[in-house]
């Protein structure tokens, strides 16, 4: 009998049950007010007057009314430069200790994202509440004592003017609790390693020695780890040598799209988790099984404001348009998508955090990701967003019978008529033609979305698709890492980037 995860799953079960059920309009009021407080000394807090805004009879509206919307490169060029100049007390009291290398994919450089203190102990709250959480599924006691696969980014963080900087995954493995390292692996030494080639090697080579019941990562780092294994050590499917596997807690980007692919890699079907940790912090987690919507860590450093996801209000380069309207959270409505915008203990404000949202239930605060700003494909009115095309790819795998875990799409002029034209790779391994997945593709999202097929009418003449293998956009990804991780590939690309695409895929495909 499992005594050890019996108990540990006891107290899991009783601290759910006697923690008081969340209010998160009243949380959300707090988080404002603590945040406020704590900076309003700081250069920011008084160029933007949060005394002000404290003593007002609605601090949430104020607060909406005084400050402008930022994104990274307003907030950054305003602000958080003064940082790497040596200043303090800038956007949050003193100085950060750390700062989170975006893993994102646009731009030519990483963002430099302060990571405060206060935000290592808030992503480990959440992290906590997450686990918390797990009195909600149904897991044998036994699960408790089985060992964590975590697999970021190298926890060897850069050191750089008295402070370090790695991916936001690397930079939580490095603090995590001390109880817990008995449990994390792949473990201190490995997690160090930079080159993620040689990290998963190693990790192959002492998967055997290890008892493996939860996975957590991004899934197409998840899925080359996996593979490794199971070449490795020549096996059918990764159960053959974890065959306590129970849980994959996912991150980073959506499932759904990998999840047939994913699952090809399994003996037997585990639960499946959906976390949202961004680099501006630990921003909803799944909390109940009947559901894959995640809940909002509404309690936890994070104050939360939506813009209803339109695109007028959406510049040419992703950023915000500064008179589109905020809504609170107590105004939001379901199954819209809105433009997540967020201030936090880090001293981000009114942060354009780049991701689009919809509230499946309001009053327990879920959500899903529902895409990006920079992801949304609107040329000539086409008007997709990454769900809808993730939805199409979907429909795509089921029609054909085929796995296709990766794609990308950019919109651009062909050179024979002067007509727009939206170009697809997809990476799968098919002999399915070219000609048949563009017009299985093109039929499916002119009948899910009504402006893809008004513009498919007037203005975008037709679609194209490519099918490589799902190993280029892996060597892409790795061509184009940060420190010690992959970065996520793009969904939607501009016609600059599209062209250094195919002619990385030519290469690949005439090596």
């Known amino acids: 009998m499992a005594i050890l995860g019996s108990i540990i799953k006891g107290i899991i079960d009783i601290s759910d049950k006697v923690i008081p059920e969340s209010n998160p309009l009243e949380e959300q009021e707090e988080v404002l007010k603590s945040l406020l407080e704590k900076a309003k000394d700081t250069q920011f807090g008084k160029h933007y ?22 994104d990274y490169n307003s907030i950054n060029e305003a ?28 731009g030519k450089s990483s963002k430099r994202i302060p990571v405060t203190d206060e935000m290592v102990d808030a992503i480990r709250m959440a992290g906590i509440k997450q686990v918390g959480a797990l009195a909600h599924f149904d897991l044998e006691p ?4 089985k060992e964590i696969m975590m697999l970021g980014s190298s926890t060897d963080l850069a050191k750089r003017n008295g402070h370090e900087e790695g991916e936001i995954s690397g930079i939580s493995a490095s603090n995590i609790p001390f109880w817990f390292r008995g449990y994390y692996k792949p473990g201190e030494d490995i997690a160090k390693i930079e080159d993620w080639d040689e990290r998963v090697q ?30 490795y050590h020549n096996l059918n499917n990764i159960h053959e040598i974890w065959p306590n596997l129970q849980v994959y807690t996912s991150g980073g980007v959506a499932f759904q799209p990998y999840e047939k692919s994913f699952n090809a890699l399994l003996g037997k079907p585990i639960t499946v988790i959906d976390t949202y940790l961004a680099s501006e912090g630990f921003i909803a987690f799944q909390a109940r099984p009947e559901t894959d919507a995640m809940k909002l860590v509404t309690d936890n450093g994070i104050y939360f404001e939506f813009v209803p996801m339109i695109p007028d209000y959406i510049n040419q380069d992703g950023s915000l348009v500064q008179d589109a309207p905020v809504i609170s959270l107590a105004d939001v409505e379901e199954e819209t998508d809105y433009i997540l915008i967020i201030s936090t203990v880090s001293g981000a404000w009114r942060y354009l955090i780049g991701d689009t949202i919809a509230f499946t239930n309001k009053e327990r605060a879920e959500i899903k990701i529902t895409g990006r700003t920079k992801f949304f494909l609107n040329t000539v009115g086409s008007q997709l967003s990454v769900n809808k095309m993730e939805a199409a790819v979907q429909e795509l795998e089921g029609q054909f019978d085929i796995k296709i875990p990766e794609f990308t799409i950019a919109a651009k002029r062909n050179p024979e008529d002067d007509e727009f034209y939206h170009y697809w790779y997809l ?11 563009a017009d299985a593709l093109d039929k499916s999202l002119q009948e899910a979305n009504k402006n893809y097929g008004v513009a498919r009418s007037k203005a975008l003449k037709g679609v194209f698709v490519n099918t ?5 956009f892996y060597e892409w990804s790795g061509a184009n890492k940060k420190k010690g991780g992959q970065v996520k590939m793009e969904k939607v690309m501009n016609e600059e980037k599209f062209a250094e695409w195919e002619e990385f895929v030519q290469k690949q495909s005439t090596n």
């Open 79 to 106: 602000w958080w430069s003064k940082l790497h100049e040596g200043e303090t007390d800038v956007t949050w009291p003193g100085t950060p200790h750390y700062f989170a290398l975006s893993s994102g994919t646009t």
């Open 468 to 472: 490589v293998s799902p190993e280029i």
């Open 202 to 231: 190693h990790i192959a080579e002492k998967a055997e020695e290890w008892d493996i019941g939860a996975l957590s990562g991004i899934p197409s780092w998840i899925e080359l780890m996996l593979e490794k294994v199971i070449e």
């Open 49 to 70: 007057d949060f005394n002000a805004i404290l003593e007002s009879e609605n601090p949430a509206t104020l607060f909406a009314e005084k400050l402008p919307y930022f």
């Open 142 to 145: 036994d699960f408790f004592e």
């Open 427 to 437: 990476g799968t391994e098919t002999s399915v033609s070219n000609e048949e997945l």
